[in-house]
């Protein structure tokens, strides 16, 4: 299924090329050691996000072997917010995946308001206008300190 992820990435809608994608990781950093749990992941060839479950049998070892080249691939745009923090770490510690060409909405919100810290995700979202933000937010609250290495995952979670 990562395999197939990939390709529809990089296939998509063939009339566009793949030349931006967007990320989020979710890890467990309830103990002494931290590792990724969860990896969303979506792209401007695609009309729908992926889920990748790093815990399911086999997926590990098969990341850095897939998605690797996309997160090196200079011509991608890897757009996240708040990706210095912990995710492109975590995907290098994790996976020896190195993130080229980046670009952090937290920063540059912070950068617009010339201020050090950026906004928060919801609160950027509401910026904007963004139609859904309160929904997000609601969501975002419920599930920023859930326990993403428990299986089955809520539902709403994966919203």
Known sequence: KLKVCVEELLCGDRATSLNEIAFDLEMDNQSNV??????QITAN?????????????GVWDA???HLGPLF?????????HGIGG???SSLHRDFGIIVVNAF???EASAIIRHSKEGMNLPSLCKHY???AWEHYRV???RFQTTNWCKRPLPKEALE
Not at 45 to 55: A, G, N, R, S
């Open 34 to 39: 931290v590792r990724t749990c969860l990896i």
């Open 45 to 57: 060839t695609v009309q729908k996000d992926y889920i990748i479950d790093p815990l399911a049998a």
């Open 63 to 65: 990341i850095g072997i």
């Open 72 to 80: 090196s691939d200079r011509s991608i745009l890897k757009i996240g």
């Open 86 to 88: 912990m995710d492109t």
């Open 104 to 106: 952090d909405t937290c």
């Open 129 to 131: 206008a963004l139609p």
């Open 139 to 141: 969501l975002k609250n």
